[in-house]
């Protein structure tokens, strides 16, 4: 998924992630994939503990003013009704490995709002054969 994601995000990236294991090395693996120094990698607990639309502006500023792009590693069912909830048109159900691309028309990460993004790419894995 990591390389289906860097053929269409081709800016630098913030990543941040929780700090549950799965989730670490995800966010490690898309890491090498964009050439991220796994160093830079900004582990956020509340990604495990509070994801949600209230908290998502305070896990979102911790990637700073010059970010375009934040690649976020979690878990559901918190990451599906997340994604739903800032799409206009919604969207479906993230199963693993799964990559939804957002876009808003906002100057600061602290200014998303519900159902404000525009869903740009769903990324679904391969079926396994």
């Not at 549950?20 to 956020?44: Q, Y």
């Amino acid at each position: 998924m990591g390389k289906k994601l860097r053929q269409i995000e081709k800016s630098p990236v913030t990543i941040i992630t929780s700090p549950a294991f799965r989730a670490m090395e995800t966010a490690l693996i898309f890491a090498l994939e964009f050439g991220v120094d796994p160093d830079k990698i900004i582990l956020n607990s509340n990604i495990y503990y509070k994801m949600n639309l209230r908290y998502l502006p305070e896990i979102l500023s911790g990637a700073g003013e010059k970010c375009d792009t934040i690649i976020l590693f979690g878990h559901n069912p918190s990451f599906s009704e997340i994604v739903s909830g800032l799409c206009k048109e919604g969207c479906d159900f993230m199963a693993k490995t799964s990559v939804a691309g957002i876009s808003f028309d906002i100057m600061k990460w602290p200014e998303i709002r519900q159902k404000a993004g525009k869903l740009e790419y769903f990324l679904k894995p391969d079926k396994e054969s």
